[in-house]
């Protein structure tokens, strides 16, 4: 059974920052990828960045592209999202997504991950 939890959210002022870590079990299978993912109220499901284990690649949305960086833990399936200079559409529910196998490639697509991780808030007042 796969699982994934995230954790970090909360409340930040405009202009602050906050990390997010989504820790996994369960994974099987090669060319793991993570990803990050927003939902805000009223609007669809956004990329927010992906991280794949083939080859350590990164890639980054438009929407938070230059304030958002992902990583992983070297010993375990954990990502984590350090967001700096948050704004307040930042507002959303982030998302942690896994999927393995091919295509190797860090889809920004929803359906295309398997695994979802419940959520966690992130609030940035103005």
């Known amino acids: 059974q796969v699982t994934l939890v995230e954790s970090g959210g909360g409340l930040v002022q405009a202009g602050g920052s906050l990390s997010l870590s989504c820790a996994s079990s369960g994974l099987t299978g090669s060319s793991l990828t993570m990803s990050w993912f927003r939902q805000a109220p009223g609007k669809d499901r956004e990329f927010v960045a992906g991280?794949?284990?083939?080859?350590?690649?990164?890639y980054y949305g438009d929407s938070m592209k230059g304030r958002v960086t992902i990583s992983r833990d070297g010993a375990q399936n954990t990502v984590y999202l350090q967001m700096n200079s948050l704004r307040p559409e930042d507002t959303a529910v982030y998302y942690c997504?896994?999927?393995?196998?091919?295509?190797?490639?860090?889809?920004?697509?929803?359906?295309?991950?398997?695994?979802w991780g419940q959520g966690t808030q992130v609030t940035v007042s103005s």
């Open positions: 997504a896994a999927k393995t196998g091919l295509p190797i490639q860090i889809l920004t697509t929803s359906e295309r991950y398997p695994y």
């Open positions: 991280y794949s284990w083939t080859g350590g690649r990164t």
